[in-house]
């Protein structure tokens, strides 16, 4: 079979088992095959473990993978590893800035807790600010580096950022959870956002 027609027959995401009935061979030949492939840069794998492996083959060759959101995350939480529930695929420059701000828009439990891990990466607080009043997300922030504070030592934000954006309605972190702790009133009512978590998520995910 032509190298065309064969990436042709698989383009998409593939499992072992729909790679090898598509193509009519062995389970041990599928994988040899999309190993090949993988080395020649048509394919790119996410999943594995408890999870099923995927393969994503694509006609042509894809570009070198960066680090993304759940690799940065999962580096920086050694004991509070995330399991991806998507494919987070990066190409070109991508940060701990980055990565922080767009673990708050999965409005996802864990992997907001896990980001509290990443203030004490940050390098360029003038790219975070700007970048969370870019996509409205600034009072998160906030709210989330003062809940970081509480629990870890973290890179002190300059003054002239340590505000909220316009307060309008309160925002919630993860609707419709509200704060339940009395120790984050006082974060919820300088930010405008409802704190999620508990006494015990902190701890847990700072071990």
Not at 100 to 109: Q, V
Not at 193 to 203: N, T
Request: glycine share 8%; aromatic share 10%; with cysteine.
């Amino acid at each position: 079979m032509e190298h065309e027609e064969l990436l042709r027959k698989l383009e998409g995401l593939q499992t072992i088992e729909t790679a090898a009935k598509t193509l009519g061979m062995r389970k041990q030949s599928a994988l040899n095959l999309l190993s090949r492939l993988k080395k020649e840069g048509y394919v790119t794998t996410t999943g594995g473990g408890r999870q099923k492996r995927l393969y994503k083959i694509t006609m042509r060759k894809q570009l070198p993978r960066a680090p993304g959101m759940f690799d940065i995350l999962n580096k920086y939480n050694p004991n509070f590893k995330l399991n991806p529930w998507f494919d987070h695929q990066v190409h070109g420059k991508y940060t701990v800035e980055d990565a922080l701000l767009d673990a708050i828009e999965t409005k996802s439990f864990r992997a907001i807790l896990a980001c509290l891990r990443l203030f004490d990466q940050i390098t360029d607080w003038k790219v975070l600010y700007h970048g969370g009043k870019e996509r409205k997300l600034w009072n998160q922030v906030g709210a989330l580096y003062d809940i970081a504070r509480l629990t870890s030592k973290t890179k002190k934000m300059p003054m002239k950022y340590y505000h909220p954006s316009v307060l309008g309605r309160r925002i919630s972190l993860i609707p419709p959870w509200e704060t339940k702790e009395d120790r984050f009133k006082g974060i919820e009512n300088r930010w405008g956002v409802a704190i999620p978590f508990k006494e015990g998520d902190l701890r847990k995910g700072a071990s």
